[in-house]
């Protein structure tokens, strides 16, 4: 037998009864997580080939390691967002016991922000990953090669950077009351 | 998406033993270090310019030189790097860089038994085995009597066993040798061809293209070889053709034809292969056709040397590997003999 509710719940009524705090919070965890994630797949990736032509090419060394550095400042960008995103969280009193709209507000652009910084760091860091992987194998082939896939590597870094431009826009004007 | 991963996952299995294959590629002999070693006067001087190649100082413990012994030593240099592959290599690679011995395996026990017969010294023969192709209970072939002996015997368990199947033919003599080679081959190619396509990925696309071209090659070597040989009716020949290949469709024809006019017509509709094929003549020197379709195959290594994250790159480097011992053979016996005017019939591997 069905139970009889008081008041029929629709899935907006449980979407806006999480409280939005915990929403902020999820989307710090996605700014710092997901791009760690894409960050550290990226320098695995590109590491192991790294790695591998150095051996029988050991001048790649130094200068290939500007692909794992463009790889961890995809890691940066989500630490900076995550820390811009919880001065947002941490902005408010956190006292009151009401819900305003304000900070319904303040939840969700909080969680989108990071969910959009976190989802674009990690396409970026596997992005760069794979072609750095191949930066090292040209290189290690023919120096003259590394410069022009460097070119590559630089226009897939800066879609690490586009995430975080909106996601800096989206989470502009949340704040908690 | 297959088991080597992906462009995203490879890597993280086989990326640094990748990169090593490609390392190892980029060592190959260029044109300017084949053309200083064709102009040299003798071995010595073939061996100063090989040291500064990646070939290094690979002959200096040797006291003599002969083409024997630098064919042997840089021989030893591949076989070394591959073990160190072998080696490292995780699941499923080392089963696939395995495959790859399988061929010089059963080159080598073909070799074993035909020495055995012709009463040649175990010892004598296992020392002219090829290194690639060595594994356990090699040595107790050679006292197999018939071909149901080698199965009891060895075969059961050694991992080439699966390529054997018993037919009739059960002599050890020298067109029941041939006829084994050809079956043992075709079964070998049937085999990594489905090994291949379970691995899925890019792999498969690559060796899909390298073992196709492999079995064609095949069927229309063993055809020509073939001509009006009474003792091999049409259709044992027909099931010496491994189903493999862009030729599957007919090798209905080809199983029945005795010449070269009617096999260029059978190719016809195969342009690659085609244009290998076009200028034969009966009366071209016996290895043209080889060349030409050496010279092919080399196209198809370089090839999938161009691509990352697939396993094609590692077969690729032992096959071009072997050809370059192959020419250095060459050279350096065309440098004893003093046969100057043949010292350019080596295949090319890189133009300029």
Redesign the interface.
């Known amino acids: 037998m069905m139970m009889m509710l008081q008041q029929a719940m629709s899935w907006g009524d449980v979407l806006m009864g999480i409280d939005p705090h915990s929403y902020a919070a999820l989307g710090v965890a996605f700014a710092i997580g997901l791009s760690v994630v894409g960050a550290a797949w990226g320098i695995g990736l590109t590491g192991a080939s790294l790695v591998g032509a150095a051996v029988k090419a050991p001048r790649i060394r130094s200068k290939n390691l500007i692909s794992i550095i463009f790889c961890e400042a995809v890691a940066i960008y989500g630490v900076i967002m995550a820390i811009i995103l919880l001065n947002k969280f941490n902005s408010g009193s956190g006292k009151s016991a009401t819900v305003t709209y304000q900070d319904h507000f303040a939840g969700f652009a909080i969680f989108a922000s990071g969910l959009t910084v976190g989802l674009s760091n990690l396409a970026c860091g596997i992005c760069v990953g794979i072609t750095g992987s191949g930066c090292a194998l040209a290189d290690a082939q023919e120096s003259s090669m590394f410069v022009k896939i460097l070119i590559v590597e630089i226009f897939g870094s800066a879609l690490g950077l586009f995430g975080v431009i909106v996601g800096i826009i989206q989470s502009a004007d949340g704040s908690f009351q | 998406m297959g088991l080597t991963g992906d462009?995203?996952t490879f890597?993280?299995g086989c990326?640094?033993?990748?990169?090593?294959v490609?390392?190892?590629a980029?060592?190959l002999l260029r044109q300017e270090d084949y053309h200083n070693i064709t102009q040299c006067d003798s071995l010595e001087d073939m061996k100063l310019h090989l040291a500064g190649t990646d070939y290094g100082q690979f002959l200096q413990n040797e006291a003599t030189l002969s083409s024997k012994v630098i064919t042997e030593r840089a021989l030893d240099r591949l076989v070394n790097d591959f073990k160190w592959l072998r080696a490292n290599a995780p699941w499923p690679l080392g089963e696939f860089l395995d495959y790859i011995t399988y061929e010089y395996m059963i080159a080598n026990v073909l070799k074993l038994i035909s020495g055995a017969r012709s009463g040649k010294g175990t010892l004598e023969l296992l020392q002219k085995t090829h290194p690639l192709g060595q594994f356990e209970g090699i040595g107790a072939l050679t006292a197999a009597q018939n071909i149901d002996d080698l199965y009891d015997l060895v075969l059961g368990d050694s991992p080439i066993g699966k390529f054997f199947q018993r037919t009739d033919r059960t002599d050890f003599d020298e067109f029941s040798m041939e006829y084994i080679r050809s079956l043992l081959h075709k079964n070998y190619l049937e085999h990594f061809y489905k090994f291949c396509e379970e691995i899925g990925g890019d792999t498969w696309m690559v060796m899909k293209d390298l073992l196709e071209f492999e079995a064609d090659r095949f069927v229309v070597t063993l055809t020509r070889n073939t001509y009006g040989v009474k003792e091999l009716q049409k259709d044992e020949r027909k099931k010496l053709f491994p189903e493999v290949g862009q030729l599957v469709t007919v090798h209905e024809d080809l199983a029945n034809i005795d010449d070269d006019d009617a096999l260029k017509d059978k190719l016809r509709p195969f342009p690659d292969l085609y244009a290998l094929v076009q200028d034969l003549s009966m009366d071209d020197p016996a290895n043209s056709l080889e060349n030409k379709f050496m010279e092919k195959s080399v196209q198809l290594h370089k090839d999938s040397l161009q691509r990352?994250f697939h396993y094609g790159s590692f077969f690729s480097l032992v096959k071009l590997r072997e050809l370059e011992v192959n020419n250095l053979m060459w050279i350096a016996e065309c440098i004893i003999q003093n046969h100057r005017h043949r010292i350019n019939e080596y295949v090319n591997i890189f133009e300029a």
């Open positions: 462009l995203w890597n993280v990326g640094g033993l990748e990169a090593i490609h390392g190892l980029n060592g990352q």
